[in-house]
Protein backbone atom coordinates (compact mmCIF):
# COMPACT_ATOMS: atom_id res chain seq x y z
CA UNK A 1 0.00 0.00 0.00
CA UNK A 2 2.99 2.46 1.14
CA UNK A 3 4.74 1.93 -2.18
CA UNK A 4 1.37 2.80 -4.28
CA UNK A 5 0.62 5.48 -2.44
CA UNK A 6 4.30 6.61 -3.24
CA UNK A 7 4.14 5.82 -7.39
CA UNK A 8 0.70 8.82 -7.93
CA UNK A 9 0.80 11.91 -8.76
CA UNK A 10 1.47 15.51 -7.20
CA UNK A 11 -1.34 16.33 -5.05
CA UNK A 12 -3.19 12.93 -5.89
CA UNK A 13 -0.88 10.91 -3.34
CA UNK A 14 -1.29 13.01 -1.07
CA UNK A 15 -5.22 13.50 -0.69
CA UNK A 16 -5.29 10.05 -1.61
CA UNK A 17 -3.29 8.98 1.82
CA UNK A 18 -5.32 12.16 3.68
CA UNK A 19 -8.59 10.47 2.88
CA UNK A 20 -7.75 6.95 3.47
CA UNK A 21 -6.18 7.20 7.19
CA UNK A 22 -8.72 5.60 9.83
CA UNK A 23 -10.79 8.26 11.22
CA UNK A 24 -9.66 7.70 14.84
CA UNK A 25 -6.08 8.14 13.92
CA UNK A 26 -5.04 11.86 14.84
CA UNK A 27 -5.10 14.27 11.72
CA UNK A 28 -1.84 14.67 9.44
CA UNK A 29 -0.48 17.94 8.76
CA UNK A 30 0.92 18.39 5.62
CA UNK A 31 4.11 20.55 4.20
CA UNK A 32 5.03 22.21 0.95
CA UNK A 33 8.52 24.19 -0.58
CA UNK A 34 8.38 25.42 -3.37
CA UNK A 35 10.70 27.50 -5.65
CA UNK A 36 8.80 29.75 -7.91
CA UNK A 37 10.99 30.77 -10.32
CA UNK A 38 10.93 34.64 -9.97
CA UNK A 39 9.91 36.06 -13.30
CA UNK A 40 13.01 38.83 -13.08
CA UNK A 41 15.10 35.71 -13.08
CA UNK A 42 13.18 33.64 -15.40
CA UNK A 43 14.56 33.95 -19.04
CA UNK A 44 12.34 33.59 -21.93
CA UNK A 45 12.91 32.55 -25.65
CA UNK A 46 10.97 34.72 -28.18
CA UNK A 47 11.04 33.26 -31.52
CA UNK A 48 13.15 30.52 -31.27
CA UNK A 49 16.13 33.27 -30.23
CA UNK A 50 17.24 33.07 -26.63
CA UNK A 51 18.04 36.50 -25.32
CA UNK A 52 20.14 36.91 -22.15
CA UNK A 53 18.55 39.90 -21.47
CA UNK A 54 14.66 38.32 -22.03
CA UNK A 55 13.07 38.22 -18.36
CA UNK A 56 9.55 36.76 -18.06
CA UNK A 57 8.82 40.26 -15.78
CA UNK A 58 8.69 42.21 -19.35
CA UNK A 59 5.76 40.42 -20.42
CA UNK A 60 2.79 40.55 -17.74
CA UNK A 61 0.74 38.27 -19.66
CA UNK A 62 3.52 35.64 -19.14
CA UNK A 63 3.74 36.03 -15.44
CA UNK A 64 0.40 36.18 -14.94
CA UNK A 65 -0.69 32.80 -16.52
CA UNK A 66 2.50 30.62 -15.14
CA UNK A 67 1.71 32.31 -10.98
CA UNK A 68 -2.12 31.39 -11.84
CA UNK A 69 -1.26 27.88 -12.35
CA UNK A 70 1.16 27.85 -9.44
CA UNK A 71 -1.39 29.29 -7.47
CA UNK A 72 -3.89 26.91 -8.48
CA UNK A 73 -2.23 24.04 -7.89
CA UNK A 74 -1.27 24.78 -4.40
CA UNK A 75 -4.50 25.65 -3.48
CA UNK A 76 -5.63 22.40 -4.89
CA UNK A 77 -3.35 20.93 -2.77
CA UNK A 78 -4.23 22.63 0.46
CA UNK A 79 -1.00 22.38 2.47
CA UNK A 80 -1.20 22.97 6.03
CA UNK A 81 1.96 25.01 5.01
CA UNK A 82 3.62 26.71 2.38
CA UNK A 83 7.03 27.87 2.08
CA UNK A 84 7.77 29.81 -0.81
CA UNK A 85 10.86 31.35 -2.43
CA UNK A 86 11.96 33.40 -5.12
CA UNK A 87 8.42 34.74 -4.83
CA UNK A 88 8.41 38.49 -6.68
CA UNK A 89 7.79 40.81 -4.01
CA UNK A 90 9.01 43.94 -6.40
CA UNK A 91 5.84 43.56 -8.20
CA UNK A 92 2.39 44.53 -6.17
CA UNK A 93 0.16 42.86 -8.57
CA UNK A 94 1.64 39.71 -8.09
CA UNK A 95 1.99 40.44 -3.92
CA UNK A 96 -2.12 41.24 -3.79
CA UNK A 97 -2.75 37.84 -5.95
CA UNK A 98 -0.75 35.74 -3.85
CA UNK A 99 -2.25 37.32 -0.94
CA UNK A 100 -5.94 37.40 -2.25
CA UNK A 101 -5.92 33.72 -3.14
CA UNK A 102 -4.48 32.50 -0.28
CA UNK A 103 -6.44 34.88 2.07
CA UNK A 104 -9.45 33.38 0.76
CA UNK A 105 -8.39 29.98 1.36
CA UNK A 106 -7.40 30.76 4.78
CA UNK A 107 -3.99 30.91 4.81
CA UNK A 108 -2.13 33.39 6.98
CA UNK A 109 0.75 34.77 4.98
CA UNK A 110 4.19 36.44 5.65
CA UNK A 111 6.30 37.76 3.62
CA UNK A 112 10.04 38.91 3.33
CA UNK A 113 12.37 40.53 0.70
CA UNK A 114 15.77 40.01 0.20
CA UNK A 115 17.82 42.85 1.11
CA UNK A 116 19.42 45.55 -1.23
CA UNK A 117 16.46 45.46 -2.92
CA UNK A 118 17.37 42.25 -4.64
CA UNK A 119 13.51 42.15 -6.33
CA UNK A 120 12.43 38.66 -4.42
CA UNK A 121 11.83 36.95 -1.62
CA UNK A 122 10.00 34.44 0.72
CA UNK A 123 6.53 33.79 1.99
CA UNK A 124 5.47 31.54 4.80
CA UNK A 125 1.62 30.47 4.44
CA UNK A 126 -0.23 28.66 7.55
CA UNK A 127 -3.98 27.26 7.08
CA UNK A 128 -5.81 29.27 10.30
CA UNK A 129 -7.94 26.51 10.74
CA UNK A 130 -5.17 24.38 11.56
CA UNK A 131 -2.49 26.53 13.58
CA UNK A 132 -2.45 29.71 16.44
CA UNK A 133 0.44 31.72 15.07
CA UNK A 134 2.56 32.81 18.38
CA UNK A 135 5.64 34.74 16.19
CA UNK A 136 7.40 35.50 13.19
CA UNK A 137 10.71 36.59 13.41
CA UNK A 138 12.89 38.15 10.21
CA UNK A 139 16.62 36.82 9.84
CA UNK A 140 18.82 38.96 7.95
CA UNK A 141 22.47 37.34 7.12
CA UNK A 142 23.59 40.75 5.67
CA UNK A 143 26.27 38.96 3.15
CA UNK A 144 27.27 38.62 -0.16
CA UNK A 145 23.99 37.41 -1.65
CA UNK A 146 21.55 39.74 0.03
CA UNK A 147 20.05 36.41 1.67
CA UNK A 148 17.46 35.77 4.37
CA UNK A 149 15.06 33.51 6.24
CA UNK A 150 11.87 33.76 8.04
CA UNK A 151 11.05 32.17 11.65
CA UNK A 152 7.55 31.23 12.52
CA UNK A 153 6.42 29.46 15.31
CA UNK A 154 3.23 27.98 15.74
CA UNK A 155 0.87 25.81 18.03
CA UNK A 156 -1.05 23.23 16.80
CA UNK A 157 -4.90 23.96 16.86
CA UNK A 158 -7.61 21.08 17.40
CA UNK A 159 -8.60 18.88 16.29
CA UNK A 160 -4.56 18.03 14.65
CA UNK A 161 -3.03 18.42 18.06
CA UNK A 162 -2.73 14.79 19.07
CA UNK A 163 -3.49 16.04 22.92
CA UNK A 164 -7.06 17.88 23.97
CA UNK A 165 -5.27 19.47 27.25
CA UNK A 166 -2.84 21.40 28.32
CA UNK A 167 -0.02 18.58 29.89
CA UNK A 168 1.82 18.48 26.48
CA UNK A 169 3.37 21.29 24.34
CA UNK A 170 2.22 21.44 20.92
CA UNK A 171 4.21 23.93 18.99
CA UNK A 172 6.38 23.42 15.88
CA UNK A 173 8.71 25.89 14.88
CA UNK A 174 9.12 26.51 11.08
CA UNK A 175 11.66 28.44 8.70
CA UNK A 176 11.69 29.28 5.16
CA UNK A 177 14.94 30.56 3.19
CA UNK A 178 17.13 30.35 0.39
CA UNK A 179 20.52 29.92 0.07
CA UNK A 180 22.93 31.17 -2.06
CA UNK A 181 23.96 29.34 -5.04
CA UNK A 182 27.84 27.97 -4.86
CA UNK A 183 28.98 29.98 -8.40
CA UNK A 184 32.28 29.22 -7.18
CA UNK A 185 34.03 26.79 -4.27
CA UNK A 186 35.04 30.43 -2.13
CA UNK A 187 30.55 30.87 -1.97
CA UNK A 188 30.65 27.10 0.02
CA UNK A 189 31.96 28.76 3.00
CA UNK A 190 29.36 31.33 2.77
CA UNK A 191 26.59 28.79 2.63
CA UNK A 192 27.67 26.75 5.52
CA UNK A 193 27.64 30.16 7.21
CA UNK A 194 24.38 31.09 6.41
CA UNK A 195 22.88 27.57 7.89
CA UNK A 196 25.10 28.08 10.90
CA UNK A 197 23.33 31.54 11.95
CA UNK A 198 19.90 29.92 10.77
CA UNK A 199 20.49 27.04 13.56
CA UNK A 200 22.14 29.98 16.32
CA UNK A 201 18.90 31.96 15.92
CA UNK A 202 16.74 29.31 16.48
CA UNK A 203 18.54 28.21 19.60
CA UNK A 204 18.98 31.96 21.00
CA UNK A 205 15.01 32.19 20.10
CA UNK A 206 14.31 29.39 21.83
CA UNK A 207 16.72 30.21 24.87
CA UNK A 208 14.84 34.05 24.77
CA UNK A 209 11.38 32.50 25.46
CA UNK A 210 12.42 29.28 27.46
CA UNK A 211 10.96 26.86 24.83
CA UNK A 212 11.34 23.37 26.14
CA UNK A 213 12.17 20.71 22.78
CA UNK A 214 10.55 21.61 20.24
CA UNK A 215 9.68 20.14 16.58
CA UNK A 216 11.58 22.21 13.86
CA UNK A 217 11.23 21.82 10.02
CA UNK A 218 13.28 23.70 7.84
CA UNK A 219 12.20 24.27 4.43
CA UNK A 220 13.62 25.77 1.48
CA UNK A 221 15.99 25.88 -1.64
CA UNK A 222 19.41 24.56 -0.19
CA UNK A 223 21.30 25.41 -3.39
CA UNK A 224 23.12 21.95 -2.77
CA UNK A 225 23.33 18.27 -2.76
CA UNK A 226 23.39 15.22 -0.28
CA UNK A 227 27.23 15.53 -0.95
CA UNK A 228 27.39 18.96 -0.73
CA UNK A 229 29.25 20.39 3.21
CA UNK A 230 25.28 21.96 4.55
CA UNK A 231 23.39 18.35 4.17
CA UNK A 232 26.44 16.67 6.58
CA UNK A 233 26.03 19.89 8.29
CA UNK A 234 22.81 19.84 9.62
CA UNK A 235 22.67 15.74 9.49
CA UNK A 236 25.02 16.15 12.41
CA UNK A 237 22.90 18.12 13.94
CA UNK A 238 20.21 15.73 13.91
CA UNK A 239 18.32 16.74 11.11
CA UNK A 240 16.72 14.39 8.54
CA UNK A 241 15.53 14.73 5.12
CA UNK A 242 11.98 14.27 5.24
CA UNK A 243 11.96 13.03 1.37
CA UNK A 244 14.60 10.58 2.13
CA UNK A 245 13.19 9.65 5.36
CA UNK A 246 9.41 8.69 3.58
CA UNK A 247 11.24 6.77 0.96
CA UNK A 248 13.87 4.68 2.65
CA UNK A 249 16.84 6.45 1.19
CA UNK A 250 19.80 6.61 2.84
CA UNK A 251 22.58 9.50 2.81
CA UNK A 252 24.58 7.81 -0.03
CA UNK A 253 21.36 7.73 -2.61
CA UNK A 254 22.34 10.76 -3.95
CA UNK A 255 20.86 10.18 -7.07
CA UNK A 256 17.52 8.34 -7.01
CA UNK A 257 15.82 12.19 -7.32
CA UNK A 258 16.44 15.07 -8.28
CA UNK A 259 14.12 19.05 -7.74
CA UNK A 260 16.14 21.62 -9.97
CA UNK A 261 17.49 22.17 -13.67
CA UNK A 262 19.63 24.87 -12.92
CA UNK A 263 21.00 27.76 -15.00
CA UNK A 264 24.13 25.39 -16.54
CA UNK A 265 21.81 22.76 -17.39
CA UNK A 266 22.74 20.60 -14.61
CA UNK A 267 20.20 18.44 -12.48
CA UNK A 268 19.95 17.96 -9.10
CA UNK A 269 18.21 17.63 -5.80
CA UNK A 270 18.38 21.08 -3.40
CA UNK A 271 14.90 21.63 -2.30
CA UNK A 272 14.49 19.78 1.49
CA UNK A 273 12.27 20.00 3.89
CA UNK A 274 14.16 19.00 7.04
CA UNK A 275 12.66 17.57 10.48
CA UNK A 276 14.57 17.79 14.06
CA UNK A 277 12.36 16.08 16.65
CA UNK A 278 12.65 17.09 20.25
CA UNK A 279 13.94 13.31 20.51
CA UNK A 280 17.13 13.79 18.78
CA UNK A 281 20.19 13.85 20.58
CA UNK A 282 22.44 16.94 19.22
CA UNK A 283 26.04 17.75 19.45
CA UNK A 284 26.69 20.94 20.18
CA UNK A 285 26.32 23.50 17.46
CA UNK A 286 29.59 25.11 17.46
CA UNK A 287 31.30 21.76 17.47
CA UNK A 288 29.26 20.57 14.39
CA UNK A 289 30.11 23.86 12.78
CA UNK A 290 33.57 23.11 13.45
CA UNK A 291 33.69 19.79 12.58
CA UNK A 292 31.59 21.03 8.97
CA UNK A 293 34.61 23.84 8.29
CA UNK A 294 37.59 20.80 8.83
CA UNK A 295 35.41 18.68 6.70
CA UNK A 296 35.82 21.48 3.92
CA UNK A 297 39.52 21.50 4.83
CA UNK A 298 40.03 17.78 4.10
CA UNK A 299 38.21 17.74 1.26
CA UNK A 300 40.52 20.53 -0.21
CA UNK A 301 43.22 18.66 1.05
CA UNK A 302 42.19 15.28 -0.53
CA UNK A 303 41.50 17.51 -3.86
CA UNK A 304 45.48 19.00 -4.02
CA UNK A 305 46.07 15.05 -3.61
CA UNK A 306 48.08 15.57 -0.39
CA UNK A 307 48.54 12.72 2.20
CA UNK A 308 47.64 13.60 6.04
CA UNK A 309 51.43 13.40 6.43
CA UNK A 310 51.96 15.66 3.14
CA UNK A 311 49.67 18.05 4.72
CA UNK A 312 51.19 17.98 8.20
CA UNK A 313 54.35 18.18 6.64
CA UNK A 314 53.11 21.24 4.62
CA UNK A 315 51.47 23.29 7.67
CA UNK A 316 54.35 22.97 9.93
CA UNK A 317 56.35 24.19 7.29
CA UNK A 318 59.99 24.84 7.48
CA UNK A 319 59.50 24.31 11.08
CA UNK A 320 62.41 22.10 13.03
CA UNK A 321 59.66 21.02 15.71
CA UNK A 322 57.11 18.36 14.61
CA UNK A 323 54.30 20.80 15.15
CA UNK A 324 52.22 23.39 13.63
CA UNK A 325 51.86 26.77 15.06
CA UNK A 326 49.31 28.95 15.05
CA UNK A 327 50.49 31.20 12.32
CA UNK A 328 51.43 28.28 9.93
CA UNK A 329 47.56 27.15 10.44
CA UNK A 330 46.60 30.70 9.70
CA UNK A 331 48.81 31.07 6.51
CA UNK A 332 47.49 27.24 4.90
CA UNK A 333 43.65 28.50 5.56
CA UNK A 334 44.61 31.43 3.45
CA UNK A 335 46.15 29.23 1.20
CA UNK A 336 43.14 27.11 0.98
CA UNK A 337 40.84 30.35 0.12
CA UNK A 338 39.23 30.37 3.32
CA UNK A 339 40.53 32.97 4.48
CA UNK A 340 41.70 36.68 3.43
CA UNK A 341 39.04 37.74 1.62
CA UNK A 342 35.14 38.94 2.71
CA UNK A 343 33.38 35.74 2.20
CA UNK A 344 36.22 33.91 4.28
CA UNK A 345 36.83 32.93 7.91
CA UNK A 346 36.90 35.44 10.30
CA UNK A 347 39.43 36.18 12.88
CA UNK A 348 37.24 34.75 15.90
CA UNK A 349 36.06 31.55 14.16
CA UNK A 350 39.54 31.17 12.74
CA UNK A 351 40.68 31.35 16.45
CA UNK A 352 37.07 28.81 17.27
CA UNK A 353 39.17 26.33 15.01
CA UNK A 354 42.35 26.33 16.45
CA UNK A 355 40.80 25.88 19.95
CA UNK A 356 38.89 22.68 18.67
CA UNK A 357 42.36 21.49 17.29
CA UNK A 358 44.49 22.53 19.82
CA UNK A 359 43.43 19.43 22.26
CA UNK A 360 46.16 20.29 24.93
CA UNK A 361 45.64 23.44 25.10
CA UNK A 362 49.80 24.17 24.53
CA UNK A 363 49.55 26.65 21.72
CA UNK A 364 50.45 24.36 18.84
CA UNK A 365 49.27 21.20 17.12
CA UNK A 366 51.00 17.97 17.40
CA UNK A 367 50.13 15.00 14.26
CA UNK A 368 47.89 13.61 16.90
CA UNK A 369 45.91 16.75 17.12
CA UNK A 370 45.56 17.26 13.46
CA UNK A 371 44.49 13.74 13.00
CA UNK A 372 42.33 14.28 15.23
CA UNK A 373 40.44 17.51 14.19
CA UNK A 374 41.09 17.51 10.25
CA UNK A 375 41.57 13.82 9.36
CA UNK A 376 38.76 11.94 11.92
CA UNK A 377 37.11 15.81 13.15
CA UNK A 378 34.18 14.77 16.06
CA UNK A 379 36.34 13.61 19.15
CA UNK A 380 38.74 15.77 21.12
CA UNK A 381 39.99 15.00 24.64
CA UNK A 382 41.40 17.62 26.70
CA UNK A 383 43.42 15.81 29.46
CA UNK A 384 43.95 18.73 31.73
CA UNK A 385 39.85 18.62 32.12
CA UNK A 386 39.64 14.76 32.04
CA UNK A 387 36.64 15.32 30.12
CA UNK A 388 35.20 14.52 26.92
CA UNK A 389 35.44 18.33 25.45
CA UNK A 390 32.26 19.50 23.10
CA UNK A 391 30.38 16.18 22.73
CA UNK A 392 27.20 15.48 24.07
CA UNK A 393 26.84 11.20 24.29
CA UNK A 394 23.58 9.53 24.97
CA UNK A 395 23.35 7.32 28.05
CA UNK A 396 21.78 4.80 26.49
CA UNK A 397 24.80 4.18 24.06
CA UNK A 398 26.78 3.02 26.91
CA UNK A 399 30.18 4.13 25.37
CA UNK A 400 32.96 2.99 27.57
CA UNK A 401 34.85 6.34 28.69
CA UNK A 402 37.96 6.54 31.28
CA UNK A 403 39.39 10.22 30.87
CA UNK A 404 42.75 10.14 32.55
CA UNK A 405 45.39 12.61 32.67
CA UNK A 406 46.97 11.08 29.50
CA UNK A 407 43.86 11.71 27.84
CA UNK A 408 42.66 7.74 27.78
CA UNK A 409 39.72 6.62 25.87
CA UNK A 410 37.88 3.54 25.39
CA UNK A 411 35.10 3.41 23.21
CA UNK A 412 32.77 0.36 22.47
CA UNK A 413 30.95 1.56 19.66
CA UNK A 414 32.98 3.25 16.85
CA UNK A 415 32.76 6.97 16.65
CA UNK A 416 36.12 7.41 16.35
CA UNK A 417 36.39 8.27 12.33
CA UNK A 418 32.78 8.23 11.24
CA UNK A 419 31.67 8.72 7.80
CA UNK A 420 28.70 11.27 7.02
CA UNK A 421 26.70 7.96 5.39
CA UNK A 422 27.27 5.87 8.05
CA UNK A 423 26.40 8.13 10.87
CA UNK A 424 23.38 6.47 12.72
CA UNK A 425 19.58 8.50 13.76
CA UNK A 426 20.40 8.59 17.39
CA UNK A 427 16.63 8.58 19.44
CA UNK A 428 15.21 8.46 22.81
CA UNK A 429 13.59 5.08 23.46
CA UNK A 430 10.35 5.96 25.27
CA UNK A 431 10.92 2.65 27.99
CA UNK A 432 11.00 4.75 31.04
CA UNK A 433 7.89 4.31 33.31
CA UNK A 434 4.85 6.48 32.92
CA UNK A 435 4.79 9.66 33.85
CA UNK A 436 8.14 9.97 34.98
CA UNK A 437 9.25 11.14 31.59
CA UNK A 438 8.59 14.72 30.38
CA UNK A 439 6.63 14.33 27.05
CA UNK A 440 6.59 16.43 23.87
CA UNK A 441 4.83 16.33 20.15
CA UNK A 442 7.02 15.12 17.62
CA UNK A 443 6.13 14.05 14.05
CA UNK A 444 6.57 10.59 11.77
CA UNK A 445 6.95 11.09 8.49
CA UNK A 446 3.93 9.67 7.15
CA UNK A 447 4.38 10.44 2.77
CA UNK A 448 6.52 12.23 0.61
CA UNK A 449 5.86 13.66 -3.16
CA UNK A 450 7.65 15.61 -5.75
CA UNK A 451 6.09 16.98 -8.40
CA UNK A 452 6.22 16.37 -12.30
CA UNK A 453 6.76 13.10 -11.00
CA UNK A 454 9.58 11.87 -13.77
CA UNK A 455 12.24 13.74 -10.68
CA UNK A 456 11.51 11.39 -8.26
CA UNK A 457 13.12 9.30 -10.45
CA UNK A 458 15.95 11.63 -11.40
CA UNK A 459 14.99 12.59 -14.31
CA UNK A 460 13.62 16.22 -15.45
CA UNK A 461 10.73 16.25 -18.01
CA UNK A 462 10.59 18.54 -20.95
CA UNK A 463 7.62 19.83 -20.92
CA UNK A 464 7.24 21.21 -17.47
CA UNK A 465 7.05 25.00 -17.21
CA UNK A 466 5.86 25.85 -13.73
CA UNK A 467 9.19 26.48 -12.74
CA UNK A 468 12.98 25.40 -12.52
CA UNK A 469 12.32 23.36 -9.53
CA UNK A 470 10.12 20.53 -8.65
CA UNK A 471 7.36 21.13 -5.71
CA UNK A 472 7.92 18.90 -2.21
CA UNK A 473 5.03 18.20 -0.19
CA UNK A 474 5.54 15.68 2.85
CA UNK A 475 2.77 13.99 5.15
CA UNK A 476 3.26 14.61 9.04
CA UNK A 477 1.76 12.50 11.82
CA UNK A 478 1.80 13.89 14.87
CA UNK A 479 3.31 11.98 17.64
CA UNK A 480 3.72 12.14 21.63
CA UNK A 481 7.64 11.35 22.13
CA UNK A 482 9.99 12.36 25.21
CA UNK A 483 12.08 15.31 25.31
CA UNK A 484 15.59 14.40 24.59
CA UNK A 485 18.11 14.61 27.28
CA UNK A 486 21.52 15.25 26.45
CA UNK A 487 24.87 15.36 28.81
CA UNK A 488 28.05 17.32 27.89
Known amino acids: MRKERR ?36 RLTINNDQDQNS ?12 NQRILDSLLRERSSIICLQEFWLGNEELVN ?19 NNRGDGLLIAVRKDYFRVINHRELLFNDCGDRVAQLLH ?28 PHDSSLSLVR ?4 YKILQYVESYQKENKLSPTPIMLCGDWNGSKRGHVYKFLRSQGFVSSYDTAHQYTDADAHKWVSHLNHRGNICGVDFIWLLNPNRYRKLLKTSWSEAVFGMFKYLLRRASLTEKDAFAFLKADS ?28 EETKDLWVQADIDGNGVLDYKEFQQAVVAPGLAINPEKKAIRHMLIPVEKCYKIRCSHGGILELQQRIWNPTWSE ?50 TVVFSPIRMPCSQLIS
Open 55 to 66: RESDYRAYWLVR
Open 154 to 181: VELAPPCSPCRNNDTRQEILIVNTHLLF
Open 97 to 115: MYEKRLGDAGYLNFKLART
Open 423 to 472: QKDDVIQDDSPKGREEQTIGFSVENAVLFPPEVEKGMWPENYSLSDHARL
Open 7 to 42: SRIGSYAISSLMSTRDHRQQPCITCTTFNILAPIYK
Open 320 to 347: DCDYITYSGFCEYLQQLNLTGHCNGLSD
Open 192 to 195: LNQV
